[in-house]
């Protein structure tokens, strides 16, 4: 298992390093919510991005959330032609319905959207994106390990300048990930997949792997114990 993980991460950077890709995918967003007041902080590092997660359980079958993320490549050099990184922000704003369906099930529907702020290279313009993402988290009888299945669905657009005008391009892209945490306040993430374009043409490269470790933190709210005023007699 470990050989073949390390294959899949050895195998995915010579995929990013033969070139820099236009879109590179960041980590799923899995809030693992149970109840109103649920807050969720996790950080988690990709291959060649870093992403910073933050999420709420606003009722007991609402979730709000926010991504910041930091997508990167090297400059690299293939049989002596020169290929230029890739820097971008990326902001993402989240939301969604979940349901916890049985004492070790829950079940969540998400949606988001985001931009994307290219640094480098300079000829790319920035773009935006949204997703569709139903999670399905099977989790351990003390609750504190959290298998999730999370096939997300994304869309891209951006603009692309033809010679005499500019046009939308659209880029769809399926991106089935398994997400594990384990820990009961304080978490370690991991999360493997990848992602596959849905159209034949494909505008720019992109980046075909979903690898990130991380560490996060769940804040509970406070239970208050009602107390019920004794009888007079």
């Known amino acids: 298992m470990k050989i073949s993980l390390l294959a899949l991460v050895l195998f995915s950077s010579l995929v990013f390093n033969s070139c820099a890709p236009f879109y590179i995918p960041n980590a799923p967003m899995v809030f693992n919510h149970e109840e109103q007041g649920d807050a969720t902080i996790n950080f988690r590092q990709g ?10 359980a606003i009722t007991d079958n609402v979730n709000v959330g926010l991504i910041a993320n930091s997508l990167y490549t090297g400059e690299a050099t293939v049989a002596g032609n020169v290929y230029d ?5 990326e902001i993402n704003l989240v939301g969604g319905y979940y349901n916890k369906i049985s004492a070790t099930n829950i079940f969540e529907l998400n949606v988001g959207i985001g931009a994307v702020k290219m640094n480098y290279p300079q000829n790319i313009s920035n773009y935006y994106n949204g997703f569709l993402q139903p999670t399905l988290t099977f989790a351990s009888l003390n609750n504190h390990t959290k298998l ?5 669905l994304k869309g891209l657009v951006f603009g692309r300048f033809d010679g005499t005008k500019d046009t939308a391009v659209y880029q769809g892209f399926i ?4 997400s594990l945490s384990t820990g009961e306040r304080i978490h370690f993430l991991v999360q493997a997949g990848f992602s596959a374009r849905l159209q034949q043409e494909l505008i720019y490269d992109y980046s075909p ?3 990130n470790i991380g560490v996060g933190y769940t804040f509970k709210p406070k239970k208050t114990d009602i107390i019920e005023p004794s009888a007079s007699f």
């Not at 990184?85 to 922000?89: F, H, L």
């Not at 999730?148 to 997300?152: D, F, K, L, T």
């Not at 991106?175 to 398994?178: G, T």
């Open 175 to 178: 991106e089935p990930i398994l």
């Open 47 to 56: 291959t060649y991005s870093s992403n910073l997660q933050a999420g709420y």
């Open 148 to 152: 999730s299945v999370a096939p997300r």
């Open 85 to 89: 990184g890739t820097d971008a922000k």
């Open 209 to 211: 792997f979903i690898f």
